[in-house]
C-alpha cells in the first residue's frame, strides 16, 4: 500500500480522487494497518477518498481467513474487531465514475448480476448488513466476467469457484453500460499476472467492457504485478 503510494499517488493526491475497490483485509499480516491507514485518509479527505466494499470485508470471510485472527493477536479483545465489521456493513458497494473526457464508468468490487437492469436496482439494496450469499448484493462483490473466449456465446453461468454467484458475460454488460451510459465497467476481485485485464469482448481493437484491476503484488506469492488505473486529462492509462 505505501509503495503504491509512494510510486503513483502521492504526486497527485489530494488534488485528484481516489477510489478503492474492495478487499482491505485477509491474505496479508497487515491488514489492520491498511484498512486504519484508508479510513484515516477518508476521515482527513471525505469527498477525495471513495472505499468500496469487497467480498472479504464480512464476518464469513474475515473469521474463516486471517482479519478475525489478526485483530486479537493485536488488538487483544472481540471489540475492535466488532467495530471492524460495523464499519464493514456501511461501505457503499458500487460507484459511478465520471472521468470528464476519459469517459464514465461502473465500478464495484466483483460484477453484475441477473437481477440487475440498471443502476436503480442498486440504490434500492439495503446494504448495511452481512452481505448475504445469494442475489444482486452478493454479486456485485463476487461475480467474475466469463473466459474472453466464452463471453460473447454466454449471459451467466454458475460460478462454481467461488462456490456461489455467476459468471458474466457481453449482453448483459452492453445492456448495463447502454442503460448507463458508462464505457465500462471497473473491478477487481481476481488476481491478474500482469495486474489488470482489459476484457476487450468485442474484439482486439474494441474498447475493453470490463476492465479487471488487481492492486496487490506478489498475491500469495503467485509472482504478479499490482495495478492503478489512472483516469487523467482525456486519457485511461494502467499504471
Known sequence: MIHMFEKVIDRRFPACELLF??????RGFNSVEVFTFLCVLKLNYPDRVHMLRGNHESRGMTEHFSFR?????KLGDEIAYDW???CFDTIPIAAEVF???????????????????????????DRFEEPPM???????LWADPLEDKHARKKTFTSNAERQCSYYYGLEPVKRVLSTGGYNSILRAHQMKIDGYNAHRWGGQNAWPSVVTIFSAPNYSDSGNKGAVLVLEGGKFNIK
Open 21 to 26: 475497490l474492495g478487499d482491505y483485509v485477509d
Open 69 to 73: 485472527s489478526e485483530c486479537l493477536d
Open 84 to 86: 471492524f465489521m460495523e
Open 99 to 125: 472521468g470528464d473526457k476519459s469517459g464514465n464508468y461502473l465500478a464495484m468490487h466483483g460484477g453484475i448480476s441477473p437481477n440487475m437492469r440498471s443502476k436503480k436496482d442498486i440504490d434500492e439494496i
Open 134 to 140: 445469494s442475489g444482486l448484493f452478493c454479486d456485485l
